[in-house]
């Protein structure tokens, strides 16, 4: 998955692209204008010569040193002006162009997402069409003698059927695969580049204190995975902000995790890792932070959001083997943590090929 | 031989069940989603429940929570089409809401009954 380009330089062709020809043909007009201009101007009142007659007119040698100091100021000022106005814009537009890309790219991933859900469908509506197919050719077979044509006939309308099963089955991996969410990932770079992602779109109004552990530590989940829980958590306490002023803390530290109903397929791990989101938005009651990560459960007004970014958080972390610990005090905020139990190095970070 | 409450959308789906429990001696209630369901539910309460999860109309996994708050004994057996929403899983939320049994579509015939027959045989569970 490319990453976004950091600091992206405004070279003069970018330059030229952004403002367009108009600005420059513009901009290259006045200058020649204003120069004619001005020099008619110099010309016309004499400057020349006022000057001249100026230098003249006094025996002080520092004046005049101190005359032709400001004149080198006022042009070395046009430069620096020019270099100062320069450097703004570039650090605007390159900023823009980061939150711009950081968008797209978040809508890239959605639009996968879309996809992914709008197969899922199918299948289920698949499966739900060859349903009644192999029931019913099924219960008839049940009822007919054997090895006549009969039920001949209604064992392949069987088999046929249960072919179309199995594709559907080879269609749903081929979709999960190609969306990015099967394989594992380094959790500490993957949490940091999700994060900035979130940064560029988030309101300027929320402040991100940040404390990411660097030790190496890779975790059963892919990137774009990763990426999706975390953007959905930060979006969440986004939200809790109702635009206010707020702050989200982000820690990751590797902890030591041990509980006796920890055994993953008869392991226990004691090297987790630890995502901790906080927010001071408005926090949630008892009952609210129990269906959080139900499928549908929201407390938006109708038509925003599908309720469902936190149960696909859900889903994700518990395929891992995580869990999460959600605590929250109306008016104060939500501390939302994720633990995810850490993988050997031993597997590539790339998926198995379909 | 048990009353059995159909829940699912799907009209063929039904139409099939219906036969297949039938055919083997059950008595069958149908409801074409979650609403109807729980209203026939509490009219007239049935030996097993058999219900899909992703249904217009209260889905399978609130018509569960319900039956749950009623501390119902009744088994509820969820069908999942398998096509659940991408990342998510209904079916995790169906085992901690309390389905007795979970089964994907689609299944053989004689599987669901095998499943049913091992539920209604159960003696309900201690509080």
Redesign the interface.
Known sequence: MASIPREKSLTLRSAWGILGAKFWFFAITAFVGLSLILAEVLIEYEAFEAFYEYTRSHESWQLDDIAMAVLASVIAMVFVGAFVTTAVTRKLISKEIERQEASLRIERSQRLIALGTLLGGTAHSLNNHLLPVIALSDLVRSDCAQDTPHAKDLEMISIAARRAVEMIQKLKIFARANEGMEGNCLVGPATSAAIELAQKVAPSSVKFLLSIDKTPARVGVSETALEIVILNLINNAVDAMEGMPGTIEIKLNLVSHLEKNDRRDGVASSAWVRIQINDTGKGMGLDESKRIFEPFFTTKPVGTGTGLGLSETYGIVDKAGGKFDVKSEIGVGSQIGILLPLIEDAHSAHPANI | MAKILLVDD?E??R???T??LT?AGHQVEVAENGLKASLQFKLSPPDLVLTDV?MPDQDG?ELLREISELNSQIPVVVMT??????????L??ADRLGASAII??????SVLLSKIDGLLKKPPAIP
């Open positions: 799907d063929l789906v139409y099939a069940l036969r297949v055919g992703v996994l089409g398998g096509g659940e929403i991408v990342g998510q899983d209904y995790l939320f994907a579509k689609p299944f053989e015939n």
